[in-house]
């Protein structure tokens, strides 16, 4: 993730018509923690080949990377535009930033430390200082515990992948607030770019969704894998509500 990741996607995201966005119907870190699931499963090759075999186009799979990145980048600006108070909620996020970075470090000590080239890689994230270098460190921090998340199951005190996106989407925040100038109209403005790139993160996942249910369609397990877990918990809570989460889009 990365400011690149928005201004790449900037024009195409401005160019959608309005009747193309819509605002987020989850919260935005569940949003990016399945886009990012989303990615991970289709990274497996037979996956890849599968979807793209029925249709799916590739340039779909490979801007899912991007897209995520865009949306995180996004969601921080219009976060740190719309605090009234832009010093006092910065502090806040950075003293957040390190309480956060001390959590993790600890998590990754004490559930790797049989891994001694992880525990070296804690060692180099550990040696700067700095707010840029808090930043750095929750990113950092973030990758090390997803690549090794299996060693973190044991530990039910940790929910190693939705801290490490807590992470992220705080290094962002802090990024985004260290860079960004209060401007007449900019509340409005990052909340428009941050629909925006929500509805093509959107626009993407459904279809990969759409594709790998005609894929799968033999295989209801596996298929399933695509699904968004939030919204199928959000329908087991309230199946014969009004409310209830709706279905899966179509593309």
């Known amino acids: 993730m990365s400011q690149a990741d928005?201004?790449?996607?900037?024009?195409?995201?401005l160019a959608m018509p309005s009747t193309d966005i819509d605002q987020p119907d989850l919260p935005v870190a569940v949003v990016l923690q399945e886009a990012h699931d989303l990615r991970t499963l289709c990274a497996d090759p037979q996956v890849r080949e599968r979807l793209v075999s029925v249709g799916l186009q590739a340039v779909t799979l490979d801007?899912?990377?991007?897209a995520e990145g865009a949306l995180r980048v996004a969601q921080s600006e219009w976060v740190v535009s719309r605090d009234r108070s832009k010093d006092d909620a910065q502090k806040a996020r950075e003293a957040r930033g390190m309480e956060l970075r001390a959590e993790l470090a600890a998590a990754v000590r004490w559930n790797?430390?049989?891994?001694?080239?992880?525990?070296?890689?804690?060692?180099a994230i550990q040696e700067?200082?700095?707010?840029?270098?808090?930043?750095?460190?929750?990113?950092?921090?973030?990758?090390?515990?997803?690549q090794h998340l299996p060693a973190f199951a044991s530990d039910q005190s940790f929910d190693a992948p939705a801290r490490a996106e807590e992470a992220r989407t705080l290094a962002a925040e802090i990024r985004a607030g260290l860079s960004k100038s209060r401007q007449p109209g900019a509340q409005e403005a990052s909340k428009d770019l941050r629909d925006r790139a929500f509805s093509y993160l959107d626009d993407l996942k459904t279809r990969v969704r759409e594709s790998a249910r005609y894929a799968y369609r033999r295989d209801p397990a596996f298929s399933a894998r695509f699904a968004s877990a939030h919204k199928r918990r959000l329908r087991r809570?309230?199946?014969?509500?009004?409310?209830?989460?709706?279905?899966?889009?179509?593309?």
């Open 237 to 251: 809570r309230a199946p014969n509500t009004p409310d209830a989460a709706p279905t899966e889009p179509t593309a």
């Open 6 to 13: 928005l201004d790449a996607l900037r024009s195409t995201l």
């Open 63 to 66: 801007t899912l990377a991007v």
């Open 128 to 146: 700067g200082e700095g707010v840029a270098d808090l930043v750095q460190d929750l990113d950092d921090l973030a990758t090390l515990i997803v």
């Open 112 to 123: 790797l430390r049989a891994e001694r080239k992880a525990l070296a890689v804690l060692g």
